[in-house]
């Protein structure tokens, strides 16, 4: 492959792991791949807003009717049934080499992860298989973590396929569990110990390989 692998980066909230993506390719910590693309399923994802400042393509692909984005990026709506289709359109007219979903919220169908097939990452922040799968998703990790009483956690990186968080791990930090954390506290230091570190290495691990194959 000539050049640098073509990221997309897939979101659906405030955009903080794509932030660490865009901060990672600034420093150099990303050399070998660019984000040429972010997606967002919600209109109000802040996420959008952060790729427009970084002059980033940004849209919004969205189930919600009469959707508007007060971000100023376009928004393409469309049916439950052609949501998946239209993200394929995006992906494929853009020559994208790596998917990355960061923060994003929604399972993806098997059609869709074998149309991506090994070009698809998730960041999920805890240490996989401990509250991973289905419903497990943002806080309600942190939750489950506080509630079981553990005393270590983290953030994994990992391939996706059909089983939600049971692809293939390519990274994992720990990261302690506090006297007194809430599930709050305890999300933001998982992302910035662990996610917002094993993130770009991984992209950047990644993008190297692809390019150098
Ligand atoms: C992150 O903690 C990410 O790991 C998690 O949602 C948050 C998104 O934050 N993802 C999942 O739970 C996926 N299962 P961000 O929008 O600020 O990056």
Not at 112 to 119: G, L, N, S, T
Not at 148 to 175: C, F, L, M, S, W
Not at 184 to 212: D, F, G, K, N, T
């Amino acid at each position: 492959m000539e050049g640098k692998a073509r990221i997309a980066v897939l979101v659906s909230g405030g955009g903080t792991n794509l932030q660490a993506i865009l901060d990672a390719q600034k420093a150099g910590i990303i050399s070998s791949g660019e984000v040429s693309l972010v997606i967002s399923n919600k209109a109000s994802a802040y996420g959008l807003q952060r790729a427009k400042d970084s002059g980033v393509e940004a849209m919004v692909i969205t189930r919600k009717k009469g959707a508007v984005s007060e971000y100023d990026v376009p928004v393409i709506e469309c049916s439950k049934e052609n949501f998946e289709t239209e993200i394929i359109k995006a992906i494929d007219e853009r020559d994208i080499d790596l998917i990355v979903l960061a923060g994003f919220m929604c399972i993806l169908s098997e059609d869709f992860i074998k149309h991506y097939e090994d070009m698809i990452i998730n960041v999920h922040p805890s240490l996989i298989p401990s509250f991973c799968g289905e419903g497990f998703y943002g806080l309600k990790v942190h939750e489950a973590a506080l509630e079981k009483g553990v005393k270590v956690t983290g953030a994994t990186v990992h391939y996706v396929n059909e089983i939600p968080d049971g692809g293939r791990i390519i990274a994992q930090k720990a990261v302690c569990v506090e006297e007194g954390d809430t599930p709050e506290v305890l999300q933001r230091r998982v992302m910035e110990e662990a996610e917002w570190i094993i993130l770009p290495q991984s992209i950047e691990r990644i993008c190297y390989e692809r390019i150098h194959n």
